[in-house]
């Protein structure tokens, strides 16, 4: 083999979850990383809501990637009830529509993930407050260049290295997905903990869904008695103006996430309604993946470790975010052209079914590269 004088370079644009775990997986695979970040540092605490479900397959990555693995529950929560149910408001009334009490998820406050993950690697790989502006791949394909700017002097950067990874979200500027499809409400509420533990005896045990018509709410308890409830609706996109208002974007699953020296990772890949909890456990199940096709064929084969990642991972986030775009238009009442409108208060249990989370494809899946 090839004595290789320095190691190959990796270029993460976005330091989000899915950019950090990317740099993580990508230096236990033997790869030198900088990670372009725009916003100008690490988060710190920030309050608002931002609750992250983590599937086992996540925690056993995240627990990986840890010297002391028992860390991540020491931000967490346990999971084990996913349960939706239909509120009546006129009768005053709830019914259960859903419920499965072997949900083994652990739930962090965003920043708290962050921060665990972020906090194993080396601080000088990544350049906060950088935005990414282009990049070029020279003509052998052998390298590629990305220029960014520093936002607090204006100065341009150039980054030379042997892949970028797009990992800055589900607007991502290295190419253009698009298409607004619903928008959501979330909060934090405080006050009303006690008042909330009373209406929800098990608040505390796992992921509370309330259905009426045309519109729903979830509920879960963080650590530290934070709260993160969020309040599900449809209507035209509006100007945002407030911090509580998130816009929920999705869009068609693209048909392939690498492209020469280029790769796509987390919601650049495949931006996803949150309706099943999925967005960030396919981003570090992307990165995990992305690490280990990296590792097994070596840089020199750099386009088949790609090609490999994208036939590991497309299949599957193809379908998830179909899936999650369906049951966000069952929930919201939302015309679908196979099937009759889902109405919570008369639905059948075997139509109730889709709701749980476990009704995800792949939800199990472990992908052999990680076994
Ligand atoms: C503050 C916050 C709260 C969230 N709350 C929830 C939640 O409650 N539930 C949930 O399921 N998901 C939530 N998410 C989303 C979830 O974390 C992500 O969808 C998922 O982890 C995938 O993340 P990502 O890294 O692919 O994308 P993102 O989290 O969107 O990260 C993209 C990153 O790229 C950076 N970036 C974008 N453009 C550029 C550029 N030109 N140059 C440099 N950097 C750039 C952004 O600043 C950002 O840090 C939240 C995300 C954030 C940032």
Redesign the pocket.
């Known amino acids: 083999m090839r004595e290789r004088m320095r190691k190959p370079k990796a270029i993460i644009?976005?330091?989000?979850?899915?950019?950090i775990s990317c740099a993580k997986a990508l230096i236990l695979a033997g790869w030198d990383v900088v990670v372009?970040?725009?916003?100008r540092g690490p988060?710190t605490g920030?309050p608002?809501?931002?609750?992250?479900?983590l599937h086992p397959l996540s925690q056993k990555i995240v627990k990986s990637w840890l010297h002391q693995p028992d860390l991540l529950h020491n931000i967490t929560l346990p999971f084990t009830i996913d349960q939706n149910r239909a509120v009546d408001r006129e009768k005053n009334i709830c019914r259960v529509l859903a419920r499965d009490e072997n949900f083994n998820y652990l739930v962090a406050h965003?920043?708290d993930l962050h921060g665990l993950i972020y906090n194993t690697l080396p601080v000088e790989i990544v350049f906060w407050g950088?935005?990414?502006?282009t990049f070029c791949i020279s003509h052998d394909k052998s390298t590629v260049n990305v220029k960014?700017k520093n936002l607090r002097t204006d100065e341009i950067i150039d980054v030379v290295g042997d892949l970028l990874v797009a990992?800055?979200?589900?607007?991502?500027?290295v190419t253009v997905l698009g298409g607004v499809l619903l928008i959501f409400r979330?909060m934090r509420i405080l006050k009303p903990y006690k008042a909330s533990g009373r209406a929800y005896p098990e608040l505390g045990n796992g992921v509370h869904a309330g259905l009426g018509p045309g519109t729903h709410t979830v509920l879960y308890e963080l650590m530290y008695k934070r709260l993160?409830w969020?309040w599900y609706i449809t209507q035209p996109e509006p100007e945002l103006k407030e911090p509580f208002l998130n816009l929920i974007y999705d869009c068609d699953p693209l048909t392939q996430v690498c492209c020469d020296n280029v790769v796509f990772?987390?919601?650049?890949a495949h931006p996803i309604t949150?309706h099943c909890?999925r967005?960030?456990n396919?981003?570090i199940a992307d990165a995990a993946v992305l690490g280990k096709c990296l590792e097994k064929l070596g840089e020199e084969n750099l386009h088949s470790a790609l090609e490999e990642y994208q036939s590991v991972r497309l299949p599957v986030t193809t379908k998830q975010v179909l899936h999650s775009r369906r049951v966000g238009q069952i929930k919201l009442g939302l015309p679908l052209p196979d099937r009759e409108l889902f109405d919570p208060n008369t639905a059948s249990p075997e139509d109730c079914e889709i709701l749980k989370q476990r009704s995800l494809p792949f939800f199990d899946d472990v992908p052999a590269t990680l076994e």
Do not use: C, Q
């Not at 608002?48 to 479900?53: K, S, V």
């Not at 950088?130 to 502006?133: D, G, I, M, Q, S």
């Open positions: 644009v976005g330091g989000s979850i899915a950019g372009i970040e725009k916003t988060p920030n608002t809501g931002a609750g992250i479900a965003w920043t950088h935005l990414y502006l960014a990992a800055d979200g589900s607007r991502s500027s979330k993160n969020i990772i987390g919601d650049a949150p909890a967005s960030t396919m981003a």
